[in-house]
């Protein structure tokens, strides 16, 4: 089955700094590739995703990045905010989507510093 | 949309006793998951459901535990009889065919 790493488990950096959490997956048939967000005592939410066919997608202040052959996919935050301290989550599937059971990382524990 | 619904939000429970954690997932979507959340071993998918009908239940780490889904809007865990190492919290989540929703979580002591 699919195993899926992450690193680091704790990132701490200065508000206003740049975060990149990265992933690595085993699964070459993995073609959809999700991040979550989870606060304090909440479910992960859904906060941005890609798939195999695209390489790179942004959305604001976020952006995941997608290398098919090193099978691997970043996160990047920039400008980071208080509000982005929580623990994120990679993950991935090969059905696309959520036809399938995700798998997903380990998490990382994002401070940020004021 | 209310989103995901899981109930019991906490559940403390004796070493033995029965326990049913409870899941409404988004209308009309078709997909619902069950996640198991601890520190050791982080989400572990448990059991998934597609239209009503268990699709994958590999996860589900022994007999002592079951899952139903009745209808499209209700889906139950149970653990009978539970264990102090059945600790953790446990997600529900649902789908329509892209992302997951997840729920709030059930947090799950048993002493």
């Known amino acids: 089955g699919e195993n899926v790493e992450q690193h680091p488990s704790t990132l701490s950096v200065q508000e206003g700094d740049s975060a990149v959490i990265k992933c690595t997956y085993s699964d070459s048939a993995s073609n959809y590739f999700p991040w979550y967000k989870q606060e304090l005592g909440k479910g992960p939410q859904l906060i941005i995703d890609?798939?195999?066919?695209?390489g790179e997608k942004k959305d604001q202040r976020i952006a995941v990045t997608l290398n098919k052959t090193a099978k691997h996919f970043s996160l990047h935050i920039t400008e980071t905010q208080p509000e982005d301290s929580a623990v994120y989550f990679c993950a991935a599937s090969s059905s696309g989507g959520g036809a399938d059971g995700l798998t997903f990382g380990k998490g990382t524990h994002l401070i940020i510093q004021p | 949309d209310a989103g995901v619904i899981q109930s019991p939000r906490h559940e403390v429970t004796e070493m033995g006793q029965e326990v049913t954690l409870r899941c409404k997932p988004i209308?009309?979507?078709?997909?619902l998951f069950w996640y198991r959340q601890t520190m050791m071993r982080g989400l572990e998918l448990l059991i998934y459901?597609?239209?009503?009908?268990?699709?994958?239940d590999s996860g589900m780490p022994e007999d002592r535990f079951s899952a139903k889904m009745p209808n499209a809007s209700f889906s139950t865990l149970k653990i009978q009889p539970s264990e102090p190492r059945d600790s953790a919290v446990y997600f529900c989540?649902?789908?329509?065919?892209?992302?997951?929703?997840f729920g709030s979580g059930t947090r799950l002591t048993v002493v």
């Open positions: 989540a649902s789908s329509g065919g892209i992302g997951y929703t």
């Open positions: 459901f597609n239209n009503n009908v268990p699709i994958d």
């Open positions: 209308s009309g979507h078709d997909y």
């Open positions: 890609i798939r195999s066919n695209v």
